[in-house]
């Protein structure tokens, strides 16, 4: 199904949202917030305490701690706790996370009871803290965990996210595919929603200001660093991943004590903080070697992982081929990307370097088809499905036109 059109409206994003919310306390049996502490999480929160209290209704929030994560965040989790009105689960559990500094070790569990030794801190000792759960297995991750939280016998329930589409295009396709409802994912009885969809990062830090809302000082760290106003650049976010890879330097200048427990905490992090933002982590412009074509590369690199890890490069890969192909016969560029799909060996290359294990790279495909559009002076997407997608892509796209 095709992605939507943006539509425009008179009703601004901060009343659209809390209508939202209204509407989901009024659906559902229960509403959880899922809050991380950053600025998204920030604001959902403070928009269904607002709601909530209209209806008299408390906010049941749940945070899945990660353990190697900023140290105001902590501080602010634990003034959330506080709030009258909020009943928190502060989830200290073994979960699996990705190690994107290591191909040799992809993976670590925080709060591992066998390598306390390695803690990058103490768990907290609260009282809504939870260290050991029925419904947890050590290595599960917190988002298959949390989707075994809601019981069909407390009625409904809905979890609220900060997710926004202004983040990722992503994240768009996945508000912009339904009419009604776009914003609310149901899984029998249970479901996620994300009524902030629509917001912007300026529209978040706005509502902080205008509403005095308390929030997470790990930003002012940020923005006493080259990171200042760089809005979407700046995420509250376990330091380790494919993403958030290249800001381990902010650790090493902001955080000094942590950093050095977090140079023991995973293999491979000493190298990832000194080479993150380099070729070797597959960012910026890669070379391959000059006796080989990148179609060739991509192949000696999917060697260099272990088997579990081969199995989900390539079917992240083979993914990408398939859409390709799900659009056009050309073969796959070697090295430009291809104008309809965004496809090219080149950048097969960079994601097997990256490790992308959980396909999150995969929609940038999307701006490489814009760029190489642009170059070649194509004015639109259907101009370039005329000159470049098959028949049967064609005859898919204009059938309704």
Known sequence: MRARKKEYTEVNVFDAGCERIKYLFTSFDNVVVNFSGGKDSTCILNMTLKVAKELDKKVIVNFYDEEAIHPPT???VERVSKIKDVTLNWYCLE???RNAC???HPYFYGWDKNETDL???EMPDLDCVISEHPNFKKGQSWQTFSETLPNKSDGTTVTLTGVRTQESFRRMKA???KKNDNYISRNGHTAIAHPIYDMSSEDVWLCVKKFGWDYNRTYDIMNQTKMFEGYL???VCPPFGEESLRGLWMYSQCFPEMWHKMLNRCAGVATAWRY???DIYGYGNIEKPSSTT???????LIDSYETEEVILVKQNINSIIKRHYDKTNDKIPDESPHPLTGTGWKFICKLIIKGDLRGRTGPTLENNAITEQKKLGINSFDEAVMRFGSEEYKNKRFKNK
Do not use: D, G, L, M
């Not at 990148?294 to 000696?300: A, D, E, G, Q, R």
């Open 276 to 278: 993150a933002n380099t």
């Open 294 to 300: 990148y179609k060739k590369w991509s192949n000696i």
């Open 95 to 97: 979960f699996k996370h």
């Open 119 to 121: 803690w990058v801190r």
């Open 102 to 104: 290591s191909i040799e």
């Open 175 to 177: 508000v912009s595919t």
């Open 74 to 76: 902590i501080e602010y």
């Open 233 to 235: 650049a700046q995420r």
